[in-house]
């Protein structure tokens, strides 16, 4: 299955001054099996899982120098570790804090070894180690199947391809776009779990499909006794369940369990936050780049980690959304602006973590909001998503009064258009725009 890691991993084993590679990322999206697939282009490929085999734990006691680690793993696996021939892969290093604290000296003292760090807690083992492996480490992050993901993993890649190389720049022809529509209707009811992905791929039963989403929800739960000495499970599940409801609205902490106390559920949603689950979209006043230095931190909202996870959470009826037409599930409530700022974040540079934001007028009773603002280059660009074929778009017209330098997209089930200075870009195409020359 085609991930768009697969072309940073590319990249990264020609590079002459390689840094060890971190990836990072919620779990259950696909990490480890994209790193699985990348070790195939080597000549030898060694695995060692820190949470499976906490055994490995002793080889790096003591000294933390490579070239004395190197050979007890390869003893331990039973395949050689020499540089340029081999890819050496620690999944779920969190487990293990010394082999995560090693990582900076493998590219000082082997730099020729090609070595990838992986876990779905990295987040919290980080925080612990000061001055973590600046300078010798680089990240990529990790997300749910995007959409031209989706497509690849459907046999679409001609379709992908086209939609790549036309959509932002003219309509597409209305047979395709109606195709893409039909895609985008599952993949916005499925969401971008791989294993859900490939049951849909393998079997076509989307009803089947529910039940893995179940599963895998249950399991996330499960995985926040992981969280305990953080924060109460109670807690964890309550601002889960709250991140899905307040979807689309900005998050109040007071709506969060109604009668219970809210004291502790901003570090709780921080955890969420870090472990990959949830993303805040901050407030921004959009006056200039970057847009991160304009924000009013107390004013966010949140994301769940996937559009299939939220519909579970949310309590849609999956049996009503499968039969509706692509403009009314678009118009389902936050599902299609929960989608694009999903696949803003997915198609948003692998190295950069996710940074997502959105505009209120800050006039007293204004209700005019922008659903997303991105820059690209020195102009900035207000979003708003949109069901219908028609609407003056007061919102979006207001913020781009507000500055002559913005400029305004309407993202909806529409074909690419022009709207008098507004460009029109189908959901489906709202991955391509965050590295667009528009």
């Known amino acids: 299955m085609f991930r768009k890691i697969d072309e940073v991993f590319r990249d990264w084993k020609k590079q002459k001054d390689r840094k060890v590679l971190l990836v990072r990322g919620a779990r259950q999206v696909g990490k480890t099996f994209s790193i699985r697939e990348f070790g195939k282009t080597f000549k030898h490929f060694v695995e060692i899982n820190c949470e499976r085999d906490p055994e490995v734990s002793v080889f790096f006691e003591g000294s933390l120098d490579p070239g004395r680690i190197c050979p007890k793993l390869a003893v331990y696996s039973g395949k050689p570790i020499t540089p340029d021939q081999t890819l050496l892969f620690f999944d779920e290093i969190q487990a293990c804090p010394a082999a995560l604290r090693s990582l900076r000296f493998f590219h000082e003292q082997m730099p020729h070894l090609h070595v990838i760090a992986a876990g779905s807690l990295l987040e919290f083992a980080l925080e612990e180690i000061p001055s973590f492996g600046v300078g010798r480490i680089s990240s990529v992050f990790m997300y749910p ?192 602006e929960l989608y694009a700022g999903l696949q803003l974040i997915a198609g948003g540079p692998a190295n950069m973590p996710p940074n997502l934001y959105y505009w209120h007028r800050e006039a007293r009773a204004s209700n005019a909001e922008v659903d997303y603002v991105i820059s690209l280059g020195k102009t900035i660009f207000g979003i708003e998503v949109k069901a219908a074929t028609s609407g003056r778009m007061q919102s979006l017209r207001r913020f781009l009064e507000e500055d002559n330098q913005r400029r305004g997209i309407r993202v909806s089930h529409e074909n690419s258009a022009m709207i008098n200075d507004i460009r029109v870009v189908p959901l489906y195409a709202t991955e391509l725009l965050p590295q667009a020359v528009l």
């Open 145 to 336: 199947i995007s959409f031209l993901e989706f497509l690849q993993a459907m046999d679409e890649k001609h379709l992908a391809d086209l939609m790549k190389d036309s959509i932002l720049r003219q309509p597409i022809n209305a047979v395709f776009h109606s195709k893409l529509l039909d895609y985008l209707r599952i993949h916005m009811i499925l969401g971008g779990m791989p294993e859900v992905v490939e049951s849909y791929r393998n079997s076509g039963d989307i009803l089947g499909c529910q039940n893995i989403l179940d599963d895998l929800l249950l399991t996330i739960r499960d995985d926040f006794a992981k969280y305990k000495k953080r924060a109460p499970v109670i807690k964890l599940n309550e601002v889960m369940n709250a991140v899905a409801l307040q979807a689309g609205a900005k998050f109040k902490y007071a709506n969060v369990a109604p009668g219970s106390s809210s004291a502790g559920m901003k570090d709780v949603l921080d955890l969420l936050v870090r472990a990959g689950l949830a993303y805040k979209v901050f407030h921004t006043s959009a006056h200039g780049i970057p847009l991160g230095g304009r924000i009013d931190s107390q004013k966010f909202k949140v994301l769940p980690l996937d559009s299939g996870l939220y519909q579970r959470m949310a309590g849609l009826t999956l049996s009503d959304i499968i039969i509706k037409e692509p403009l009314r599930l678009v118009n389902e409530g936050p599902l299609a």
